[in-house]
């Protein structure tokens, strides 16, 4: 069974950074991503990466400032987020798919519950 479970979310000033976690168990190779939802908004991708860990993918809002890994010996999925603006201020979901295309194209298998991260000005 697979679980996706986050951690890591806060509140954190204009400028700051922070990193977000994820124990992503119950599947062997897999691409693993994340997802973030703002308020009144849908939900949109920002980063994926393969199961190797070698190849890694950002959306244009967060190329730059997000970086994406992942340690498969202990089933975790790391998102480091620096130089933070007000509007990437929104829930931040951790995803899994077949591949890290498919994450890209937002065929997902699994979504972790969430964990809120907020960027104050």
């Known amino acids: 069974q697979v679980q996706l479970a986050e951690f890591g979310g806060g509140l954190v000033q204009v400028g700051g950074s922070l990193t977000l976690s994820c124990n992503a168990s119950?599947?062997?190779?897999?691409?693993l991503g994340w997802f973030r939802q703002a308020p009144g908004k849908e939900r949109e991708y920002v980063a994926a990466?393969?199961?190797?860990?070698?190849?890694?993918y950002y959306s244009d809002s967060v190329k730059g400032r997000f970086t994406i890994s992942r340690d498969n010996a202990k089933d975790m999925l790391y998102l480091q987020m620096s130089s933070l603006k007000p509007g990437d201020t929104a829930v931040y979901y951790c995803?899994?798919?077949?591949?890290?295309?498919?994450?890209?194209?937002?065929?997902?298998?699994?979504w972790g519950q969430g964990t809120q991260v907020t960027v104050s000005s």
């Open positions: 995803v899994t798919g077949d591949t890290s295309a498919h994450i890209i194209s937002h065929r997902i298998d699994y």
């Open positions: 119950g599947r062997s190779t897999y691409g």
């Open positions: 990466i393969d199961w190797t860990g070698r190849r890694t």
